[in-house]
């Protein structure tokens, strides 16, 4: 069993940066494919990046593309979201999200078995 929790998140105003930490407790993650969503009220939740295993590859959303970055630190079995000139359409309930092997689709959040349980962020104009 893989237990993640979210922290970092908070206010920020447009333009601005917020980076987002999940810890990971439980069996190594190695090989899991790491990710992070984003869900605002009454919309389904989104994928927002993807880390896939082994591997050092990254998949992003559309939206964020060149804007966030999701790392890794193996060693502290924690990865991150680096957000970077943020937008008040990033307002959201940012979750991370693990699923074992490959990120075959790396936005569908039923692909993933394990999830923190959220933290909020938002963005000021």
């Known amino acids: 069993q893989v237990h993640l929790v979210e922290s970092g998140g908070g206010s920020v105003q447009a333009g601005g940066s917020l980076g987002l930490s999940c810890d990971s407790s439980g069996p190594p993650y190695h090989d899991h494919c790491l990710a992070w969503f984003r869900q605002v009220p009454g919309k389904e939740r989104e994928g927002v990046a993807a880390?896939?295993?082994?591997?050092?590859?990254?998949w992003y959303t559309d939206y964020v593309k060149g804007r966030f970055t999701i790392s890794q630190d193996n060693a502290k079995s924690k990865y991150y979201l680096e957000m970077n000139t943020v937008k008040p359409e990033d307002t959201a309930k940012y979750y991370c999200?693990?699923?074992?092997?490959?990120?075959?689709?790396?936005?569908?959040?039923?692909?993933?078995?394990?999830w923190g349980q959220g933290t909020q962020v938002t963005v000021s104009s």
């Open positions: 999200a693990a699923g074992k092997g490959f990120c075959y689709r790396p936005s569908e959040p039923e692909d993933y078995i394990y």
């Open positions: 880390l896939y295993p082994n591997s050092g590859y990254a």
